[in-house]
C-alpha cells in the first residue's frame, strides 16, 4: 500500500508538504506541486477519503435524490450538477427513488451517514415525513420542482414554468388554434401546478376557458401521455392542440393521435415541455419549451460549493427563463388568422 510517506520519498519534499498537495489545505510552490503530483502519479497512490473526511469533517462529495435517473430530463439535470461539482474539485453521489416515500428517507440517511457536504434534492413528489425529515437535517440543501420552503439551508431553483406556459399558449393561439387540451401532471407536482396557471391565465386572457374534459392529468411520462389522449379521443372530437405539460407526455399523446389516424400537424399541433434530445427527431420534430435544464443543474450545484467554500448565504429562490423552441408539430397560421381577433366564447 502507498503512503504518503512513500510520496514525500519520491519527490523530495516532507510529509506535510505532500499532505498539503493532497488536501489542499495551504499554498504550496507551484514546481513543488508539480513535483508531488508526478510523483503520487508515478506510485499510484490513492487518498483514503474516508479517513480524509473523518479528519477534515468534509468528504467533498454531494448527495444528489432523484426520482428517476432514466428520465432524459433528470439526466441532463444530473449531468450539469456532476460537470460543476467536477470541476470544482466535488464528487457526486446519486440515489434513485422512484418516487418511493420510503427509498427516500433510506437515502438521505444513507447520504448523511456517508458523510456529504450538502444535498441537491429534485423528486416530483415528496411525503410530509422526507420534508420534515429534511428540514430539520443540518446540510446545505438545494431543491429542484419544488415550492419555496424558508429554511435558512435550503435554496429553491426551477424554471419560470407560468412564462414557459404562456409562451406554448400564445404560439398555438398565433395560429388560430383555440381548441387547446392541457395534458397536466399531479395536482401535488409544483411545477405542473405552474404551468396550469400560466396556461389558464393566458386563455383567459384571449376569452377561452377550456371546458373541464380537455384538462387531463397524467403522470408525466409517456405512458400517460398516451392513455390521456386515448380519453381525449374517447370522449368525442378531439382538440385541435394540445399543450403537454412535458416532452414524454407530448410524444405518448403523438403516437396515440397516430394511432387513430390523426394528421399532426393538420389535425392535431402538439406543444411539449422540457426540449429533451429525442424531441428533435421525431416525425414531425417537436415543438416545445426549452427549459435551460443543464444549466439549472450547474446553478444548483454552484449554490451549493458557494456555501460550502465561501460560507455565501444560499439564495432562497433562483429561476431561470424558458424559452420556445419552434419546430413542425404545429401547424402554420391560418391564412387571414389575426391572433388579436381569436376570441371563444366561455363555456
Same mark, same amino acid.
Given at each position: 500500500?502507498?503512503?504518503l510517506k512513500?510520496?514525500?520519498?519520491?519527490?523530495?519534499v516532507?510529509?506535510?508538504?505532500?499532505?498539503?498537495v493532497?488536501?489542499?489545505?495551504?499554498?504550496?510552490?507551484?514546481?513543488? $506541486?508539480? #513535483?508531488?503530483? $508526478?510523483?503520487?502519479?508515478?506510485?499510484?497512490?490513492?487518498?483514503?477519503?474516508?479517513?480524509?473526511?473523518?479528519?477534515?469533517?468534509?468528504?467533498?462529495?454531494?448527495?444528489?435524490?432523484?426520482t428517476?435517473?432514466?428520465n432524459?430530463?433528470?439526466?441532463?439535470?444530473i449531468?450539469?450538477?456532476?460537470?460543476?461539482?467536477?470541476?470544482?474539485?466535488?464528487?457526486?453521489?446519486?440515489?434513485?427513488?422512484?418516487?418511493?416515500?420510503?427509498?427516500q428517507?433510506?437515502?438521505?440517511?444513507?447520504?448523511?451517514?456517508?458523510?456529504?457536504?450538502?444535498?441537491?434534492?429534485?423528486?416530483?413528489?415528496?411525503?410530509?415525513?422526507?420534508?420534515?425529515?429534511l428540514?430539520?437535517?443540518?446540510l446545505?440543501?438545494?431543491?429542484?420542482?419544488?415550492?419555496?420552503?424558508?429554511?435558512?439551508?435550503?435554496?429553491?431553483?426551477?424554471?419560470?414554468?407560468?412564462?414557459?406556459? #404562456?409562451?406554448?399558449?400564445?404560439?398555438?393561439?398565433? =395560429?388560430?388554434?383555440?381548441?387547446?387540451?392541457?395534458?397536466?401532471?399531479?395536482?401535488?407536482?409544483?411545477?405542473?401546478?405552474?404551468?396550469?396557471?400560466g396556461?389558464?391565465?393566458?386563455?383567459?386572457?384571449?376569452?377561452?376557458?377550456?371546458?373541464?374534459?380537455?384538462?387531463?392529468?397524467?403522470?408525466?411520462?409517456?405512458?400517460?401521455?398516451?392513455?390521456?389522449?386515448?380519453?381525449?379521443?374517447?370522449?368525442?372530437?378531439?382538440?385541435?392542440?394540445?399543450?403537454?405539460?412535458?416532452?414524454?407526455?407530448?410524444?405518448?399523446?403523438?403516437?396515440?393521435?397516430?394511432?387513430?389516424?390523426l394528421?399532426?400537424?393538420?389535425?392535431?399541433?402538439?406543444?411539449?415541455?422540457?426540449d429533451?434530445?429525442?424531441?428533435r427527431?421525431?416525425?414531425?420534430?417537436l415543438?416545445?419549451?426549452?427549459?435551460?435544464?443543464?444549466?439549472?443543474?450547474?446553478?444548483?450545484?454552484?449554490?451549493?460549493?458557494?456555501?460550502m467554500?465561501?460560507?455565501?448565504?444560499?439564495?432562497?429562490v433562483? #429561476?431561470l427563463?424558458?424559452?420556445?423552441?419552434? $419546430?413542425?408539430?404545429? =401547424?402554420e397560421?391560418?391564412?387571414?388568422?389575426?391572433?388579436?381577433?381569436?376570441?371563444?366564447?366561455?363555456?
Open positions: 500500500m502507498i503512503r512513500d510520496v514525500a520519498r519520491q519527490s523530495g516532507s510529509v506535510t508538504t505532500v499532505s498539503h493532497v488536501n489542499g489545505t495551504r499554498r504550496v510552490a507551484p514546481a513543488t $506541486r508539480v #513535483r508531488v503530483q $508526478r510523483a503520487i502519479a508515478e506510485l499510484g497512490y490513492r487518498p483514503d477519503s474516508i479517513a480524509r473526511a473523518l479528519k477534515s469533517n468534509r468528504s467533498r462529495t454531494i448527495g444528489m435524490i432523484v428517476a435517473a432514466n432524459p430530463f433528470f439526466a441532463e439535470i449531468r450539469g450538477v456532476e460537470d460543476h461539482c467536477s470541476a470544482h474539485g466535488y464528487g457526486l453521489m446519486l440515489c434513485n427513488t422512484g418516487d418511493a416515500d420510503a427509498r428517507l433510506t437515502y438521505l440517511q444513507a447520504l448523511r451517514d456517508k458523510r456529504v457536504d450538502g444535498l441537491i434534492v429534485m423528486t416530483a413528489h415528496s411525503g410530509p415525513d422526507f420534508l420534515a425529515a428540514a430539520r437535517q443540518p446545505p440543501t438545494v431543491l429542484m420542482d419544488a415550492d419555496p420552503t424558508g429554511g435558512e439551508e435550503i435554496a429553491v431553483v426551477n424554471d419560470d414554468s407560468r412564462l414557459g406556459a #404562456r409562451l406554448a399558449i400564445e404560439h398555438l393561439l398565433a =395560429r388560430g388554434l383555440t381548441d387547446i387540451a392541457l395534458l397536466t401532471g399531479p395536482a401535488s407536482h409544483p411545477r405542473s401546478r405552474e404551468r396550469l396557471a396556461a389558464l391565465e393566458t386563455l383567459a386572457e384571449a376569452g377561452i376557458r377550456p371546458p373541464k374534459a380537455r384538462i387531463v392529468a397524467t403522470n408525466l411520462m409517456a405512458d400517460g401521455g398516451h392513455q390521456a389522449m386515448l380519453r381525449l379521443l374517447a370522449a368525442g372530437s378531439p382538440p385541435e392542440a394540445l399543450f403537454a405539460f412535458n416532452d414524454l407526455v407530448a410524444i405518448g399523446a403523438m403516437r396515440a393521435a397516430h394511432e387513430h389516424g394528421a399532426l400537424p393538420d389535425d392535431l399541433s402538439v406543444v411539449g415541455y422540457d429533451i434530445e429525442l424531441g427527431y421525431l416525425t414531425p420534430a415543438t416545445t419549451v426549452h427549459q435551460p435544464v443543464y444549466e439549472l443543474g450547474a446553478m444548483a450545484s454552484a449554490q451549493l460549493i458557494e456555501r467554500e465561501h460560507g455565501s448565504p444560499l439564495q432562497p433562483l #429561476r427563463d424558458p424559452s420556445l423552441v419552434i $419546430r413542425e408539430s404545429v =401547424r397560421p391560418v391564412q387571414g388568422s389575426n391572433r388579436e381577433s381569436i376570441r371563444s366564447p366561455v363555456p
